[in-house]
């Protein structure tokens, strides 16, 4: 009995030293799967910084090479920089050109217009009378040339040559000294039309005509200033191989006009100005050459009616030329009628109002 006490005593002892505490078996496996995780993000951690120095390398080569002056991407994309334009001076507004070409004796004198504005087509005239005109019956009237119209950026991507989706280096270099020198050009050209310099104007417009041959804008300004020289059939010319590239470019339609009309083809010229008018009504440039024109014919009416037009767009012109065709057909009352308005008016330059008063006592002394 002793002894089986003794051998059941050995094995639970010898059960007792080989079992392991429950919270030591924890604490192993907690310790275990907190050095999986530490081990994981370690991995991650040096994955993540492989790809940070792999993406600063990656740049920097890229940078390396685009920057290189042997020639990378950006410098077979990059056209060379346009130091031509940098020296050219800034294309400024037009000078101001002056509107008339004379027919034959004299007729109350527009001054130039204005510096166009360079986001408008179109010039605003700035009426303005010479102060001492011969009497009534002596005038004639003087058909005048449309103003220059500026070259808005909107025109030059108009008249501009269609270019490639991807043009060659060379090609585009040689596009961009092209427009340099024709801009240079043209700035030159406008300069001696302001100075009447006729003679150096018209070679430099045909000059940067070469540059742009496709350009409706430089064929009119061509043809304006050859009409000021009095090379009708020349202007004639220009004007036609402008309408070619526009069809219904009003300022061309006018030079046009005003070609055949002093060139002695009243009925060419009346057609070109009524096709104008036709396109837009109350264009005053088109409105006082058909005045003119049906003033000289004689067509006092039709004159009277265009005056009236732009009487009514209180344009100072319509007045004048109102009370000269009245003071034609004599009726001097209605003339001086019309010439007293003229004096009643704030906007009216003194010498316009000198000349109305003059006009108002020399139909008094008759």
């Known amino acids: 009995m002793s002894l089986l006490a003794d051998l059941l005593s050995k094995v639970k002892h010898q059960d007792q030293q080989s079992s392991?505490?429950?919270?030591?078996?924890?604490?192993?496996?907690?310790?275990?799967?907190?050095?999986?995780?530490?081990?994981?993000?370690?991995?991650?951690?040096?994955f993540m910084l492989l790809f940070v120095i792999i993406g600063f390398g990656a740049v920097y080569f890229f940078e390396s090479y685009l920057t290189s002056p042997s020639g990378g991407i950006a410098a077979r994309q990059n056209p060379a920089p346009r130091e031509t334009q940098r020296n050219i001076p800034p294309a400024p507004s037009p000078p101001p050109v002056t509107q008339g070409a004379s027919i034959a004796g004299q007729t109350p004198e527009v001054a130039p217009p204005v510096s166009q504005p360079e986001n408008q087509a179109e010039p605003k005239v700035a009426p303005k009378i010479e102060a001492k005109l011969p009497p009534a019956e002596t005038q004639k009237p003087k058909i005048e040339t449309t103003p220059q119209p500026a070259e808005t950026?909107?025109?030059?991507?108009?008249?501009?040559?269609?270019?490639?989706?991807?043009p060659p280096k060379r090609s585009s270099e040689a596009s961009e000294n092209l427009k340099a020198e024709r801009d240079t050009l043209l700035y030159s050209a406008r300069s001696n039309e302001y100075n009447k310099n006729y003679s150096q104007a018209i070679t430099d417009y045909k000059k940067a005509l070469e540059k742009d041959p496709r350009n409706y804008?430089?064929?009119?300004?061509?043809?304006?200033?050859?009409?000021?020289?009095?090379?009708?059939?020349?202007?004639?010319?220009?004007?036609r191989n402008a309408l070619d590239y526009q069809k219904n470019y009003i300022p061309a339609l006018i030079n046009l006009g005003i070609a055949y009309i002093q060139s002695g083809n009243m009925t060419e010229g009346e057609t070109y100005l009524t096709r104008a008018r036709t396109i837009d009504p109350t264009n005053k440039v088109v409105l006082l050459n058909l005045a003119l024109l049906y003033e000289r014919l004689p067509n006092y009416q039709e004159s009277l009616a265009h005056f009236?037009?732009?009487?009514?767009?209180?344009?100072?012109r319509g007045y004048l030329g109102m009370a000269r065709v009245l003071e034609k057909q004599g009726k001097r009352l209605e003339a001086e009628r019309v010439y007293r308005n003229i004096l009643s008016m704030d906007d009216v330059d003194p010498q316009t109002k000198q000349f109305a008063n003059e006009r108002i006592l020399a139909i008094g002394n008759r």
């Open 20 to 46: 392991v505490p429950p919270d030591l078996a924890r604490i192993i496996q907690k310790s275990a799967q907190k050095k999986k995780v530490e081990r994981k993000f370690i991995i991650l951690l040096v």
């Open 153 to 166: 950026k909107q025109d030059r991507k108009v008249a501009a040559r269609p270019r490639t989706t991807q």
């Open 217 to 239: 804008l430089i064929m009119n300004s061509l043809a304006s200033t050859l009409i000021k020289t009095g090379s009708f059939e020349e202007s004639i010319r220009y004007s």
């Open 308 to 316: 009236q037009k732009l009487l009514e767009m209180k344009d100072i």
